[in-house]
């Protein structure tokens, strides 16, 4: 699936760094979604946007910070991350979220290393 | 919370058939999926179950029991491609997805 695209494909920064993951969807989707997955680990959900709301937050550290412009575009800021935050970023889409058979397709992730 | 289990690495031989179980217990229940995962890649969609009973797809069949909290994924002639991780993961009302840590599947020539 090549519907969802990730930039950049892979990180590395310092734990005083600022930067932000971009991700893009080409499937007319509404519904778009930030996972992280730890090596050994399941996949955790971060954030869910609908329709450009925010309709889940998974306690996750306010050092991570969501941003959605409109229903094709997710964003996911990061500042002052700790090395325990490396991991394998993934961002995912689907297309009527509520609805039966509504599926998750997910985009490459961006490889973080935090130094 | 939520837990769902299944195993962490499976062998099998090309051309052969490898069943991969699940079992989850969770707060809610709104379909079961299946996803490929190879390394260093996107994971894939495979699967969909919300009844009980098999859904069959070319190599790959599903099946899932609601009143057990069981699903397996069987993957039939078996081909040195289908060496991936195979994620379980249950759907908890209209957005989250969980997911089980993943079964690492070597297929041997």
């Known amino acids: 699936e090549t519907g969802v695209t990730q930039t950049p494909r892979h990180l590395v920064m310092g734990m005083t760094n600022k930067k932000s993951l971009k991700c893009e969807q080409h499937l007319g989707h509404n519904a778009m979604y930030w996972y992280k997955q730890s090596a050994k680990k399941p996949l955790e959900l971060m954030f869910v946007?609908?329709?450009?709301?925010?309709?889940e937050n998974n306690s996750v550290p306010s050092r991570f910070s969501p941003e959605c412009p409109n229903s094709s575009h997710l964003f996911l800021h990061l500042h002052t991350l700790q090395p325990e935050d490396s991991a394998l970023y993934l961002c995912?889409?689907?297309?009527?979220?509520?609805?039966?058979?509504?599926?998750?397709?997910f985009g490459p992730g961006t490889r973080l290393t935090v130094l | 919370g939520q837990n769902i289990d299944q195993p962490t690495e499976m062998t099998a031989t090309e051309g052969a058939i490898v069943q991969i179980n699940c079992t989850y217990q969770t707060s809610g229940f709104n379909g079961l999926f299946w996803y490929q995962q190879h390394a260093g890649e996107a994971p894939t969609f495979l699967s969909y179950?919300?009844?009980?009973g098999l859904e069959e797809k070319g190599r790959f069949s599903s099946f899932l029991s609601r009143s057990k909290g069981y699903s397996y994924l069987l993957l039939k002639e078996l081909q040195m491609k289908d060496s991936a991780s195979y994620l379980c993961?249950?759907?908890?009302?209209?957005?989250?997805?969980?997911f089980g840590a993943g079964t690492t599947v070597t297929v041997r020539a």
């Open positions: 179950n919300v009844l009980d």
């Open positions: 993961a249950v759907r908890d009302g209209d957005y989250k997805l969980s």
């Open positions: 946007y609908s329709l450009e709301e925010r309709v």
């Open positions: 995912a889409s689907s297309p009527e979220p509520g609805t039966g058979a509504d599926t998750q397709y």
